[in-house]
């Protein structure tokens, strides 16, 4: 794993040891120097949006605390050829909004993170072909063999096909569009955390997502993050007790 890598996945990992803590508060008031410009998981290639989005949406693949990868919507895969990658999907997942989870959603997300306008086109490669099998079986089928190839998609979200086609964002918009798209500004995923509002450079609310496939180890019930350029004004704001954590730490 490249150094950048370990250093984004540790990023997020600060922010998921959330759900650890052993504090009786049930709504964690975080800080953070960057601001969340995007919800749209495929928008920005960068450690502050993958950490947050990383609580809302998931990968077929994780990393646990000692960044070791773990599954996630794929309960298990397999190399049947040194260039086919199969991948069998966790039942009984649905997004936030009631949708089933299906190799469906795979399939368009892997189209969707190398369309144009992702700043995510290198997590999958452009020649890769990616097959549904069956509702909970997905190939990848490559052009030569690649034995890591997985090792990138914890930060490779899943989406849902038919809430972006609904909401006309089957494409990614670039963060910096003068227009939003409905993805950029809403989220639906199978995550640990709901957004239930977000105010660009002001607020973000997560609420636990009570149907979450993966049972919560934490106390949660709300995460507020809000962001604070400012050194001074940060390090302020927990010594005050307006905030809980601070990232980073100046």
């Known amino acids: 794993m490249s150094v950048r890598q370990t250093l984004l996945t540790a990023a997020t990992l600060t922010i998921a040891a959330v759900a650890i803590s052993p504090a009786s508060a049930q709504t964690l008031r975080y800080a953070n120097q960057g601001d969340l410009k995007s919800l749209d998981p495929y928008t920005l290639n960068e450690t ?37 990658w199969r991948f069998h999907l966790r039942k009984n997942v649905k997004f936030q909004n009631g949708d089933p989870f299906t190799a469906d959603d795979v399939v368009f997300s892997a189209d969707r993170v190398r369309a144009k306008g992702s700043n995510l086109q290198t997590r999958i490669a452009a020649d890769a072909k990616v097959v549904k099998v069956d509702d909970h079986t997905v190939d990848f089928i490559l052009t030569s063999p690649n034995p890591i190839v997985h090792y990138q998609w914890d930060t490779w979200y899943i989406m849902d096909k038919k809430w972006a086609e609904e909401n006309n964002t089957a494409g990614p918009t670039p963060a910096a569009a ?57 390090v302020a704001a927990l010594l005050s007790g307006e905030v809980d954590i601070i990232e980073p730490v100046p």
Not at 66 to 76: F, G, H, N, T, Y
Not at 184 to 200: C, D, K, M, R, Y
């Open 48 to 84: 502050t949006t993958h950490a947050h989005l990383g609580q809302v949406y998931d990968g077929l693949i994780a990393r646990d605390k000692d960044l070791k990868i773990i599954p996630a919507l794929a309960e298990s895969w397999e190399t049947p050829e040194p260039t086919r």
């Open 178 to 234: 003068t227009s939003p798209s409905f993805a950029s500004l809403h989220a639906n995923g199978t995550g640990a955390f709901t957004i239930e509002s977000h105010q660009p450079g002001v607020k973000t609310v997560f609420k636990a997502n009570p149907n979450w496939w993966r049972k919560p180890q934490h106390n949660l019930k709300e995460i507020v993050f809000t962001p604070i350029g400012s050194d001074a004004t940060r």
